[in-house]
């Protein structure tokens, strides 16, 4: 099993939607793909789907179930694609944002547990997290194979994206590849690099563009489902193809 | 082997030996019986020194553990993680207990 996590400095960025059409993508391929949305302060998987899951991410780090009951098989996937949604109760948020640092202790701890019981039947997890740095991004990044970091060329993105390789991804010693995210109509490549700077432009494994039809399915589909032939879906398979 | 045997003995007197140490520094500085252990969270693991912020990652997942169960987990020699460990123990990261000939590391049940 391959763990990837998506993660990114700012919010915003496209990390959902881009989580999604991974695992989707990776699905199609004949791999069995577990995704899972550990942005615990703003979930947004749910959304996307119509599933009641019986059990959240939040009461398998609470204890309150196993690592596997929190699954539900997405219909219409391959049979490949299982989703973990995180609870948006309010309650429920404000618990796992806490800052307590026993309480994260045992979560990273259950995180690193959890992983071990998955790892001989799932080919990829692929965890959505929250942006920045808080406990619930750090803990999966300590627990992950490879991290995506997806940015904008926001400059306040960009800079933020670079401190963070600097003093996580690089001192854990973490694999990690950036993705350019809603790269508006009519920058050039060149311009891109220069705004990216020599030190992101070394890990930049894709520019995705920024497209309309994105923004008006509402957070209800990716247009990688809709639109398998959509230039942000080629850009999908492109992703998967490097990091596979 | 012959020789790992006579090997995995003097590593075990050697173990005995920093505990004797430990515990007779411990009497000497007056230190109280119970120390407050300290949280081994992602942020704190972050900070940790690259050589043991493996081994405490390992035991963040085990709770419980000898160093020979560490390295086998870490694929680093017995030797190595024995040094770790007791490294995490006297900083007060984790506890350590005596069972018979085995040395255990380990996190308090709460
Ligand atoms: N390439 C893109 N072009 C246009 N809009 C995009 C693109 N990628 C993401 N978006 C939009 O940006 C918003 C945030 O995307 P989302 O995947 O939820 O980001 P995050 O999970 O990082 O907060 C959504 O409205 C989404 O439709
Ligand atoms: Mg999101």
């Known amino acids: ?244 | 082997m012959k020789e790992d045997r006579v090997i995995e003995t003097i590593l075990e007197k050697m173990d005995r030996m920093l505990e004797l140490e430990e515990e007779t520094l411990r009497i000497i500085s007056r230190e109280g019986e119970k120390r407050e252990l300290k949280p081994l969270d992602a942020l704190t693991l972050l900070d940790l020194p690259d050589h043991l912020r493996k081994t405490a990652m390992v035991m963040n997942k085990l709770k419980e553990a000898t160093a020979k169960e560490v390295a086998d987990e870490t694929e680093r020699e017995r030797s190595i993680e024995s040094a770790y460990l007791n490294q995490l123990h006297r900083e007060d990261y984790l506890l350590k207990r005596r069972e018979g000939r085995k040395v255990i590391f380990y996190f308090p049940e709460e």
């Open chain 1, 1 to 244: 099993m391959k763990t990837i996590a998506i993660h990114s400095y700012r919010g915003g960025t496209g990390k959902t939607n881009i989580a999604l059409s991974m695992a989707e993508c990776l699905a199609r391929r004949e791999k069995k793909v577990f995704l899972v949305d550990f942005d615990l302060r703003a979930p947004s998987l749910e959304s996307f789907f119509e599933y009641k899951p019986s059990y959240f991410v939040n009461d398998f780090l609470t204890g309150r179930c196993d690592a596997k009951d929190v699954f539900v098989k997405a219909e219409g996937f391959n049979d490949g694609l299982f989703l973990g949604f995180a609870s948006s109760e309010i309650r429920e948020i404000k618990e796992a944002m806490r800052e307590d640092k026993r309480k994260q202790m045992k979560i990273l701890s259950r995180i690193l547990n959890g992983k071990d019981l998955l790892k001989d039947e799932v080919d990829y997890l692929i965890v959505d997290t929250a942006p920045g740095l808080r406990y619930s991004s750090t803990n999966v990044i300590l627990s992950s194979d490879l991290v995506l970091l997806v940015s904008t060329l926001d400059k306040s993105d960009l800079d933020g994206t670079k401190r963070m390789i600097e003093e996580i991804h690089e001192i854990l010693d973490m694999p990690h590849f950036v993705i350019i995210n809603k790269v508006p109509e009519g920058v050039s490549g060149e311009e891109v690099s220069k705004e990216v700077g020599d030190k992101l432009s070394q890990k930049m494994i894709c520019t995705i563009l920024c497209y309309c039809e994105v923004m008006s399915l509402r957070g209800r589909q990716t247009i990688f489902h809709q639109q398998p032939e959509h230039p942000f879906s080629r850009a999908i398979e492109e992703i998967v193809d490097k990091i596979s």
